[in-house]
């Protein structure tokens, strides 16, 4: 079975994802801050992680770009969802090695949709 890590520090968001994840037949593992989601992106190595930018410790930005610049993680593809839909932010994104970059509020099936595109079971 396929590992989803999410890490974000909006506990409500978490639960939607993972719900709907779960159901769609992935096993998810949760984090709520950047530090915890750094050290369990490692301990795991998921196939994928669903990354929310602002959070305490860490924010999402220094995890992709530290991710994505680990051989050893560089493959694993990131989904960044955030509350800020800037250009400037996107870019930001973009630019830390993001695979995608989905503004909140965001439609669940629109993530399902695009988790599944990325490593459909």
Not at 31 to 56: C, F, Q
Request: charged letters at 35%; glycine letters at 6%; aromatic letters at 10%.
């Amino acid at each position: 079975m396929k590992k989803i890590l999410i890490v974000d520090d909006e506990q409500d968001i978490v639960e939607s994802l993972k719900f709907v994840l779960e159901v769609g037949g992935y096993t998810c593992y949760c984090a709520y801050n950047g530090e915890d989601g750094l050290r369990m992106a490692k301990e795991l190595t998921p196939d994928l992680i669903i990354l929310d930018v602002m959070m305490p410790k860490i924010n999402g930005y220094k995890i992709s770009r530290l991710l994505k610049y680990d051989k050893k993680y560089k493959d694993i593809p990131i989904i960044m969802v955030t509350a800020r839909s800037q250009d400037e932010d996107k870019l930001i994104g973009e630019e830390t090695g993001a695979d995608e970059y989905i503004t909140k509020p965001f439609d669940l099936d629109y993530v399902v949709q695009r988790v599944n595109e990325y490593i459909g079971k």
